[in-house]
């Protein structure tokens, strides 16, 4: 299998594990990411707060890209992932854009690929099965919160994927691992990624929130699917814990770096070693490491 | 039976609602305020209306107040909102067509360091294709004057090679460069 890959900006920065631990399993399941060449930033949320045409603009190049080459696009940010589908929404609803967005990328783009999620990919394109044939080691005893996050699953009109309130792909893949996805409320909240440097408090609060319900519901620790959501949890935490009293000390790890090492990659190999929660100990206990 | 006469507030409003539904594609009458929205939503509680209140402020004409207020500026775009709305009203759309809209029409914004941050991330994708992250921290402590933000964070970054000093600069610059150029004529044809 084949598919267009595209790290956006985090993978090549703060969110570094989650593009090592992609291509890792990728490699052992015999799959080819290839790289959009060239390709560019989404935008973000700053694009389509500040522009209607913009974000359109920018994802259309790099689905562009991938559609010269005959291909879908996986995206593991799911920022970046919800931003491409509205860009073919968009494209593909308006004839209009369609041309003022070509006129602008000097290209043709007709719309007829589209964008996939990280859990997408592996739940209904490689399969549970797929992946089963690969593992190693049972990640048994690791008792997982499951979080999707907002974007992965919402607006349900745009991502037309799984279920917004409760989903269930990412704890399959869990289940499939040999971990245990624990049954818990805040699956889809949010954690606030978009204004991590403009309101800092906001993500104090609500990373507090998923945090304690994580505690609450037994889980020791979450698994995502997005890099932002990934880094926001972690690298807040401290600052959380202080502001709210209380401790956590709780990994989050992104969806392929559980199947890494449920394939037998180390920790290090992954990227594990880059998380900002520090995870060594933790991993020892579990036998992961 | 008498007719009610709409109030001067709602009359003045009605070209400006109309140009808002039509580039949200968002009918607010639609909405018949259940609050669902409000509930779900993860920062009203740091926000002077809900977006629940910024739709019935449409509603009723009270427009300058919509453009004035800290709502559009705050939603995170989480779409919880829009998930639960059982009249299907994209908010997160609305949000965003109600920040640029109050902005094109020189309305104080009620959440500065929110758009400073925007136009910083932007400005680096616009000149690097990417996302130059200490290029948009230094714009962004510069113009926002909190010349400390994400210092706490960025020692830690460095350390684990998250972040570099360099911005990525990919071939094709051109092209992006061109999509915000586009941008800027369409804004000016209008």
């Known amino acids: 299998m084949k598919i267009a890959y595209y790290p956006g900006c985090s993978l090549e920065s703060t969110g570094k594990e989650y593009h090592f631990s992609n291509k890792l399993i990728a490699k052992k399941l015999g799959i080819e990411l290839w790289e959009i060449p060239n390709w560019n930033c989404c935008g973000a949320s700053p694009a389509h707060q500040s522009d209607l045409f913009l974000p359109i603009g920018l994802n259309a190049r790099n689905l562009a890209i991938a559609e010269e080459e005959g291909l879908d696009v996986l995206a593991p940010c799911a920022a970046c992932y919800n931003r491409m589908l509205a860009a073919v929404e968009a494209v593909n609803n308006d004839e209009d854009m369609r041309k003022k967005v070509n006129e602008s990328i000097g290209r043709d783009y007709k719309g007829t690929n589209t964008a996939v999620n990280m859990v997408q990919f592996l739940h209904d394109m490689v399969g549970i099965d797929k992946i089963s044939a690969q593992i190693q080691k049972k990640l048994s005893g690791l008792k997982v919160a499951c979080y999707y996050g907002c974007l992965l699953v919402k607006p349900p009109a745009l991502t037309k994927y799984d279920n917004p309130e409760n989903p269930q792909s990412l704890d399959r893949i869990v289940e499939a691992l040999g971990a245990e996805p624990i049954v818990w409320p805040y699956k889809t909240e949010c954690c606030g990624g978009g204004l991590a440097i403009s309101k800092t408090e906001v993500i104090l609060k609500l990373s ?19 890099p932002m959501c990934q880094l926001n949890l972690e690298l807040r935490q401290a600052a959380t814990e202080k502001e709210y009293k209380v401790k956590y000390n709780m990994p989050v790890f992104e969806i392929s770096e559980l199947v890494g090492l449920s ?27 | 039976m008498e007719q009610v006469v709409m109030n001067t507030a709602l009359k003045e409003s009605e070209s400006l609602l109309s140009e808002i539904e039509h580039k949200s594609h968002v009918d607010v009458k639609k909405c018949y305020q259940c609050g669902t929205c409000a509930a779900g939503c993860p920062v009203s509680y740091v926000s002077d209306f809900t977006p629940r209140q910024v739709v019935k402020m449409l509603q009723t004409g009270l427009i300058d107040e919509v453009f004035k207020s800290h709502m559009i500026w705050l939603c995170i775009g989480c779409g919880n909102c829009v998930a639960r709305c059982p009249r299907n009203l994209n908010i997160p759309h609305l949000h965003d067509t109600l920040r640029i809209l109050s902005k094109e029409k020189g309305y104080p914004c009620a959440e500065k360091d929110v758009d400073i941050f925007n136009d910083s991330f932007l400005k680096t994708v616009q000149y690097t294709g990417r996302l130059y992250e200490a290029g948009l921290t230094m714009l962004y402590n510069t113009r926002s004057g909190h010349f400390m933000a994400g210092m706490d964070v960025a020692p830690g970054m460095f350390m684990l090679g998250k972040i570099s000093p360099f911005p990525h600069l990919i071939k094709g610059r ?14 000016g044809a209008k």
């Open chain 2, 174 to 187: 051109k092209e992006v460069a061109n999509i915000f150029k586009k941008m800027r004529e369409m804004k």
């Open chain 1, 208 to 226: 507090n929130d998923i945090f304690s319900m994580a505690v609450a519901s037994g889980a020791d620790c979450l698994v995502t699917a997005c």
């Open chain 1, 263 to 289: 394939f037998g990659f180390s920790p290090k190999e992954l990227g594990i070693n880059k998380h900002f929660v520090k995870n060594d100990a933790f991993l020892k206990e579990k036998k992961l490491a």
